[in-house]
């Protein structure tokens, strides 16, 4: 549903995307994931048709991302989504759907429909007086109002509160369990990880993992040991009445051993711990070679 191939971005002489190659299938939920500045919002426009590639192709429903006949398969949600403030959710709503072309019966029942699975109250109210949660789902309405097949969002929970969050994150499985493909960016890989079927971690403009969660941890991530000692060792922590040490293999797990045993003690459970998404990101990221754009 969307093809991405080699789809780089320069600035003057920075790259802020430096040849990023994914697809996204029909009916699923993409992340693209990364710190401040990794190329996120950049790769979500050249694929919305916002920012145009400096080299690559980005296609959506089989449309290049140039294509004016695109728009009406996609949904946009950018990071930061200033609304008119005098005007009402519905006013709103049906004004995007003019430009649109929407019929206005389509319209109003579609507009309505969304408003209820979104749970917004106050359809009447200027949009200047209602609350961030409230603002973030009249944008998240909007992306709906052409009934697209495919929604891009960027940041879609930034800055709203922990109900209002899942919420939003519970809307975007609905979306796709009604058969939307959605891509998204975000900070918080928790969320990622929770909603996501695949994913890209973006560190200084490139890709630098991607694939679902366990592929990922398969290919990234080591599992780490929590050895259970009943003597306190160097670098053991107290956990009740017992000691642990986290090592990352079988060789440092007889280590342990041995030394519990030197100390008149012993190993008594050892549990696995399989890495998050946010320790292997962490550990991609701090790992990383030297930024391919020559700068931080
Ligand atoms: N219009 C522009 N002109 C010059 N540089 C830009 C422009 N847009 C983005 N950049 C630079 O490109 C890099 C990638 O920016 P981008 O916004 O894509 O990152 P991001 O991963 O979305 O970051 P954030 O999480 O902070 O939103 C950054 O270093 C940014 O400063």
Redesign the pocket.
């Known amino acids: 549903m969307i093809e991405v191939e080699s789809l780089r971005?320069t600035?003057?002489d920075?790259p802020?995307?430096v040849g990023s190659t994914f697809s996204v299938d029909r009916g699923e939920i993409f992340g693209?994931v990364?710190?401040?500045?990794?190329?996120?919002?950049?790769?979500?426009?050249m694929i919305a048709g916002l920012?145009d590639p400096t080299s690559g192709t980005a296609t959506v429903a089989g449309f290049d991302a140039s294509d004016p006949e695109m728009r009406h398969s996609l949904g946009f949600l950018p990071?930061e989504s200033p609304l008119y403030e005098d005007m009402t959710a519905r006013s709103y709503l049906d004004f995007f759907a003019d430009l649109y072309d929407v019929p206005d019966a389509v319209a109003t029942e579609r507009i309505e429909d969304t408003l209820d699975r979104l749970e917004l109250d106050h359809r009447d109210r200027r949009l200047g007086d209602v609350s961030k949660g409230m603002k973030r789902k009249v944008a998240i309405a909007r992306s709906l109002v052409n009934d697209p097949d495919v929604l891009i969002y960027?940041?879609p929970a930034s800055g709203l509160d922990p109900l209002t969050t899942n919420y939003v994150l519970d809307f975007v499985r609905e979306l796709r369990d009604a058969g939307k493909t959605v891509i998204f960016?975000a900070?918080n890989l928790y969320h990622v990880e929770s909603v996501c079927d695949r994913v890209a971690i973006?560190n200084r403009?490139e890709i630098v993992a991607r694939g679902t969660v366990p592929e990922i941890r398969d290919e990234h991530g080591t599992t780490d040991y929590r050895v259970f000692t009943s003597v306190p060792l160097d670098d053991s922590k107290q956990e009740g009445d017992r000691y642990v040490v986290t090592v990352e293999d079988m060789d440092a797990v007889e280590e342990v051993r041995t030394r519990a045993a030197d100390n008149g003690g012993e190993v008594v459970d050892i549990r696995t711990r399989e890495p998050s998404l946010e320790d292997i990101f962490l550990d991609l990221a701090t790992n990383a070679d030297a930024d391919p754009?020559g700068g931080s």
């Open positions: 971005k600035y003057g920075f802020a995307v693209v990364g710190p401040n500045g990794a190329g996120k919002t950049t790769t979500l426009k920012v990071e960027d940041e960016s900070h973006m403009g754009r």
